[in-house]
């Protein structure tokens, strides 16, 4: 799992290297937080799902909202408001 959360600190700009014991550990608790909220979305998500859906309908459905997440939010002329 450390392999995962330093991956996700170097993706945000943290050099895991520079942060002190503090900060690794609640870089290390927002991780677990955050991929627990992650995984209960994709739960919720398959729990929508139908019995005639195939599974690779659950894969889609999980990209397309974690997809949707990443984009920055926009003015109806297109302009970017915020990043989320």
């Not at 677990?32 to 889609?60: F, K, L, S, V, W």
Request: proline share 2%; hydrophobic share 35%; aromatic share 10%.
């Amino acid at each position: 799992m450390t392999d995962h959360i330093i991956k996700a600190a170097k993706e945000a700009g943290f050099d895991w290297a520079d942060l002190g014991v503090q900060d690794r550990l609640a870089f290390e608790r927002f991780y677990a937080i955050a991929y627990r909220a992650g995984m209960e979305r994709a739960a919720e998500i398959c729990e929508g799902q139908h019995e005639e859906d195939r599974p690779g309908d659950y894969a889609y459905a999980i990209r397309a909202e974690a997809h949707a997440q990443n984009q920055p939010k926009t003015t109806h002329d297109g302009s970017v408001v915020s990043k989320n």
